[in-house]
C-alpha cells in the first residue's frame, strides 16, 4: 500500500511550524529533503529498524540517525546506561570515571589512539585535529580532497561533500579566503596529483585529512595504493596522517576503515556510533602529538559538555556491545544481500546503477560508470535518485535524501527487513521504467 507522505500530513504542519522558527525547518541541511523535494517525515519515535512518524507512517530505517545506531534504535543496553547515569546527574563540568574508561575502549579497539580527547561532534574533532597538527608541526598547510566532508569547519569546508555538496553549496560563503588560503583540495584516488603536491608543498603541509572510505559523496571506497601512498608521502615530509572515521569508526570494522586497509594515521577523528546516538566526538592518536593538547600542552581545547557522563555511558554501553557481540560478520552479509539485490532489481527494470559498498555503508549511484571520485559521483543522475528515493519512501523505506550520501544497515535488520526493501526497491525502480 503507497503511504500518503505528500501536503496534507502532520509533518508538513510541523515543517511549516519550524520553518518559521528554524532555518529551513530542521537543525541539520542533511534532513531537510532539499535535494529530493518534498517534505521531510517528523519523527515520532523509532525502535530498532523501524522509524514512526507523527501521521503514523513506519519505516525500515537506513539512516540510523546518520551512522550512530549500529544496533537499531534504543538497544535495550544503550537504554540501561543511559538511565542508569542519569541517577547520578547530568553534567558536572569535573572529571568522572566514565570518560577515562570510555578512552579505554577506544584504544582497546582502535589501538593507533594511544590518547584520546572528548569533544561533542565530529566537526569539533576534525576541528581540534587540525589545530593540534598544526601545532605540532608548526606548519600551516592542510591537504583535503573533494567530496570528502570533515563537519563545518571554516577550513574544511571547501570542495565539500554530504550536505554542502547535496544543496549546491560545497565551498559555503562565509567563509573568509583566509580560512582556506592554506588549504589544498585534490580529487580523491589520484596517486599522481597527490604526489604532484607534495612535491610543491611538502615542507608546508601541517596535516592530511581524508575520509578512509568516503561516506560523503556517497560511498567511495579507496583505491589500493592510494592509502599506502599517502602514508608513505606522510612519513617522507614529516606531515600528519588524519583520518577522518567519524562516519567509517566502528562501521567498516571493529578498528575502523584502518583496520580493514592496514594503514595506520597518526591521527584519527570519531563520533556517531562512539556516542549511541548522544553528541561525542573524539580526536586522537599517537601520545607524542596528543601531549601538545592543552593542558598537558600548548594548543588550546576545550568544552563544557566535553566527556559528559551520560553521553560517555552510551559511549561504553556501544563499545561493549561492539567488543562482546563482533557485528560485523552479519553486517556484511546483509550488505551483500541488499547490494546484490538493488543490482539485480534495477537491471531487471533497465535502470543504469553503480553500487559501492563496504561492509554495512552502501550507496546506490544512478549511473551507468564506476564512481571513484567527486567528478564521477556528480556524473550521476539526481532526478533518478530522487524518483526512487520517493519511489522507496512511498513504500516504507526510509533511504539517506541525497545521491551523496551512504546509507547503514544495522546489526539487527532482519532478512524479512531486506526482502521487504528489495521488493519495494523493484516496484519503484519499475516505476521510473514505466514513466519513461
Ligand atoms: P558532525 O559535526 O555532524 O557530528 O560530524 C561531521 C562529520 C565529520 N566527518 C565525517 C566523515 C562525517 O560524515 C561527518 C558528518 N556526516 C554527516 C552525514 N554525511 C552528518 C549529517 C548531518 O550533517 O546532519
Given amino acids: 500500500m503507497l503511504r500518503d507522505t505528500s501536503c496534507r500530513t ?29 517534505i521531510p517525515p517528523f519523527i515520532k519515535r523509532g525502535q530498532g529498524t523501524r522509524l514512526h512518524d507523527v501521521d503514523g507512517n513506519e519505516f525500515i530505517d537506513y539512516i540510523g540517525s546518520w551512522g550512530p545506531h549500529l544496533f537499531g534504535h534504543r538497544h535495550p543496553a544503550v537504554l540501561e546506561a543511559i538511565q542508569r547515569a542519569l541517577e547520578t546527574g547530568t553534567s558536572f563540568g569535573a572529571p568522572t570515571e566514565a570518560e577515562a574508561e570510555l578512552a579505554a575502549l ?3 579497539l582502535v589501538p593507533s589512539i594511544e590518547m584520546v580527547r572528548m569533544v561533542n561532534s565530529g566537526t569539533e574533532a576534525t576541528m581540534s585535529a587540525i589545530r593540534v597538527a598544526r601545532g605540532f608541526t608548526q606548519r600551516n598547510g592542510i591537504i583535503k580532497f573533494a567530496g570528502n566532508y570533515h563537519g563545518h569547519v571554516d577550513s574544511l569546508l571547501v570542495a ?26 585534490l580529487p580523491y584516488n589520484n596517486v599522481e596529483k597527490l604526489q604532484q603536491a607534495f612535491a610543491a608543498n ?6 592530511v585529512i581524508l575520509e578512509p572510505v568516503v561516506g ?46 592496514g594503514v595506520t594515521p597518526d591521527m584519527t577523528t570519531l563520533g556517531k556510533i562512539l556516542g549511541a546516538g548522544m553528541p561525542v566526538g573524539a580526536y586522537g592518536g599517537r601520545a607524542d602529538i596528543m601531549l601538545n ?8 581545547q576545550a568544552g563544557t559538555l ?43 527494470h533497465g535502470i543504469a546503477v553503480q553500487t559501492n559498498r563496504i561492509g554495512s555503508m552502501l550507496t546506490v549511484f544512478m549511473t551507468a560508470d564506476p564512481v571513484f571520485d567527486l567528478d564521477t559521483a556528480t556524473a550521476s543522475c539526481t532526478d533518478t535518485f530522487s524518483r526512487w528515493f520517493h519511489g522507496m519512501l512511498n513504500r516504507g523505506i526510509y533511504l539517506p535524501c541525497s545521491q551523496f550520501e551512504a546509507m547503514f544497515i544495522s546489526a539487527v535488520h532482519t532478512d524479512a527487513d531486506i526482502a521487504e526493501t528489495l521488493a519495494a526497491a523493484s516496484a519503484a525502480f519499475a516505476d521510473i521504467s514505466a514513466a519513461g
Fill in 216 to 261: 560523503n559523496m556517497g560511498c567511495v571506497v579507496p583505491a589500493p595504493e592510494f592509502l599506502s601512498e599517502l602514508r608513505r608521502l606522510c612519513d617522507q615530509h614529516g606531515t600528519v596522517l588524519i583520518f577522518d572515521e567519524v562516519m567509517t569508526g566502528f562501521r567498516v570494522a571493529r578498528g575502523g576503515a584502518q583496520e580493514i586497509f
Fill in 160 to 185: 565539500a561533500g554530504s550536505g554542502a555538496l547535496t544543496l549546491g553549496c560545497p565551498s559555503s560563503p562565509g567563509v573568509p579566503a583566509g580560512a582556506t588560503a592554506d588549504t589544498l583540495v
Fill in 106 to 108: 577506544v584504544r582497546e
Fill in 202 to 207: 611538502a615542507d608546508q603541509l601541517a596535516a
Fill in 10 to 38: 502532520q509533518s508538513e504542519r510541523l515543517f511549516h511550524e519550524a520553518s518559521r522558527l528554524i532555518p529551513g525547518g530542521v537543525n541539520s541541511p542533511a534532513r531537510a529533503f532539499g535535494a529530493v523535494g518534498g
Fill in 293 to 300: 593538547v592543552s593542558p598537558a600542552g600548548k594548543v588550546y
Fill in 306 to 348: 566535553s566527556g559528559n557522563p551520560v553521553a560517555m555511558a552510551a559511549g561504553k554501553a556501544m563499545l561493549q556491545l561492539i567488543r562482546d557481540q563482533n557485528p560485523y560478520p552479519r553486517l556484511e552479509q546483509l550488505g551483500k544481500q541488499l547490494e546484490a539485490g538493488f543490482l539485480a532489481a534495477a537491471q531487471q
